[in-house]
């Protein structure tokens, strides 16, 4: 499997290349030089394949010849060991939860395959692998979890003060051993940021052995395919196969991964991109002007992203061609208010609680079908309820079910350094903290 850069299609490396720069010098990201096909038997008989086995014929077909295929099936059968079930709603709505993994987000599913792919990779008496992850939520607790005690790598998680909820935070900061918490005084976007410019230090990377955790890591974005083609096999079981998409997007790692099935084969009608008031891409599908803006904190904190680094991957896939992707993509953006009466509603119309994000996504689809009669839709959920507990009202609160592993993290001692934006305060503290 050979990787180039989206700034630079020239730039060829191998896969562990790319897993371990995570984010070639040129600040691209790194997309395969080739998308191939999947087997058109296998999707028309997807239905009667496990997730598991779902995702080794897709990661198989995509990294041909870059792991053995007896070990690759180890690493999905480790990874990949809780499910991503499509819940029926009604007739026409559907919604994937994506929230059964340890760390009760989506992310379970790139963060632990790719810890293990690195551990695959990693050789011993090599140099310590540094992972910086930046998170507006989930994605620091589903990286935590995933490289907990693995051998011979740290990970540095940055976070933005103030903007993540209090049991997210905690996933952060109760790890101890390998895991590491910064608590940064800004956005997202600003811990974003540092992360970049780590990787562009050339004292840093001289130094240290640095990668990423984010979603602009391409191993990240590989098993994140697994669950769409999953969720397309539940629903051709009940004969439905004409499908739309509804995703939650703040980074656009997930919808990106999504349009990465789509290209791999997955027979898919239509993606919605549903943001909350951080709107970059509905405004440019509107105007066909990109213009990123200061992130605003919002109820729906892993979406609160101004800057999504994974947008550039997605112009990619259609070859920076606006027109051919608007024909694949819609897109729309709701304010926490919208955010607050969507909650009600579905629990109301359906007894279902669903987390912020998830409820953005549920609008975007219901406002899609309402232009679409008899449009079957899948809304993702990716996130666990319980996360959010300051979201709901009293009744609602009580009757979510808070998992065990969330009761033993609250017993914990958190524990994080507290940092401002300056690039050479997180500097300093990667060159002198280890």
Request: overall charge negative.
């Amino acid at each position: 499997m050979k990787l180039y850069s989206t700034n630079n299609h020239n730039l060829s490396v191998d896969f562990p290349t790319a897993v371990f720069n995570s984010m070639p010098l040129d600040k691209g990201l790194y997309m395969p030089v080739h998308i191939p096909q999947l087997d058109q038997d296998f999707i028309d008989h997807i239905d009667q394949y496990s997730l598991s086995e779902i995702a080794f014929n897709v990661a198989s077909t995509l990294m041909k010849d870059t792991i053995p295929l007896e070990d690759l099936r180890k690493i999905i059968d480790d990874a990949i060991n809780f499910e991503a079930p499509v819940v029926e709603l009604d007739s026409e709505t559907y919604v994937l939860e994506l929230f059964h993994g340890p760390s009760l987000a989506f992310k379970d599913f790139g963060a632990r395959f790719m810890s293990r792919i690195m551990a695959y990779f990693l050789k011993e008496n090599e140099k310590t692998l540094d992972v910086l992850v930046a998170t507006s939520g989930d994605t620091g607790g589903a990286v935590a979890l995933g490289f907990l005690g693995v051998d011979n790598t740290r990970v540095t998680i940055l976070y933005p003060k103030g903007k993540v909820s209090e049991i997210q935070e905690l996933q952060l900061c109760t790890n101890g051993q390998n895991i590491h918490a910064i608590e940064v005084d800004g956005t997202f976007d600003d811990c974003q940021a540092l992360v970049k410019q780590a990787f562009a230090d050339e004292e840093l990377n001289n130094k240290l052995r640095l990668t990423s955790a984010n979603s602009i890591n391409i191993a990240r974005l590989i098993p994140q395919t697994f669950y769409y083609f999953n969720a397309y096999a539940q629903l051709k079981r009940q004969g439905k196969t004409d499908i739309v998409f509804s995703v939650p997007s703040g980074n656009f790692g997930n919808i990106g991964a999504g349009l990465l099935a789509y290209k791999l084969g997955l027979p898919v009608k239509q993606f919605i991109a549903a943001t909350n008031v951080n709107d970059t891409v509905p405004r440019f599908l509107q105007s066909g002007i990109y213009e990123t803006r200061p992130s605003v904190q919002t109820y729906a904190n892993a979406m609160d992203v101004g800057a999504p680094s994974n947008w550039v991957r997605i112009m990619d896939l259609f070859k920076n061609d606006t027109a051919a992707l608007k024909q694949v993509v819609q897109s729309a953006s709701y304010t926490d208010e919208q955010t607050l009466q969507a909650i009600k509603d579905i629990n109301a119309q359906y007894n279902y609680i669903a987390c912020p994000h998830t409820a953005i996504a549920w609008l975007a689809l219901k406002a899609y079908q309402q232009d679409h009669n008899g449009t079957v839709g899948v809304f993702l959920s990716t996130a666990h309820a319980c996360k959010f507990p300051d979201i709901f009202p009293e009744d609602m609160k009580a009757k979510i079910e808070i998992p065990a592993q969330v009761k033993a993290l609250e017993v914990k001692e958190k524990k994080a350094t507290a940092m401002n934006t300056s690039f050479e305060s997180f500097k300093n503290y990667l060159l002198t903290s280890y």
